[in-house]
Every structure is written in C-alpha cells, then in structure tokens.
C-alpha cells in the first residue's frame, strides 16, 4: 500500500480543496491461480462542513453509506495487479484534518 501525501489542489473562496491518491498492489506469490477480494474504504465525515468526494476508484464496487470499496478479480501464477484510487476532501481554510 502506497499513500500519496495529500495534494492541495485550489483554493475556492473560503474552501480548501485536497486531493488523496492510494496505491493497492497485489502479487499472488503462489504456482496456481487465485481468485480475490480487496477490501477498502473512503473516509466518511461527520461534519457538514467537511465534503468527502469519491473520484477515480479502479472499477471498484462503492457502497456511498460505508464508504467501502471492494474489488474482486484473479490473478494467475506470479501476476501483480495495481489498483489506484483516489478522493476528494473539501473543507473550509483554518479547519485542520489529518488525512493519513
């Protein structure tokens, strides 16, 4: 698992918008096939001032409640596959979040 350090990516009035990319990469290490299941999630807020956006999430199944992201797919000996997704986080200037 690979995080990008949160992008800042405008500045809209009173709002700051930033960008999360996460990186996913699954190698099936075994001789014969694998059928799997990927499991993760997308933050949810609990404020209202604070706007969690989905954006690119590599043909996962979302669940807009839980924010959960799930892939299912099959790899074959030794093949690696890369699922990257990313979100939107918008909040107003002065409120801090850490988005680690």
Request: hydrophobic share 30%.
């Amino acid at each position: 698992v690979s995080k990008t350090k949160p992008e800042k990516t405008g500045l809209l009035s009173n709002t700051i918008e930033t960008i999360v990319t996460i990186t996913l990469s699954i190698k099936n290490n075994n001789q014969t096939p694998i059928d799997i299941n990927v499991e993760d999630q997308i933050p949810l807020s609990n404020q209202e001032n604070i706007k969690i956006t989905a954006g690119e999430l590599s043909k996962a199944q979302y669940d807009e409640k839980t924010g959960k992201l799930t892939w299912d797919f099959s790899l074959k000996p030794l093949e690696q596959k890369t699922i990257t997704f990313n979100y939107t986080v918008r909040q107003p200037k002065g409120v801090n979040i850490i988005l680690n």
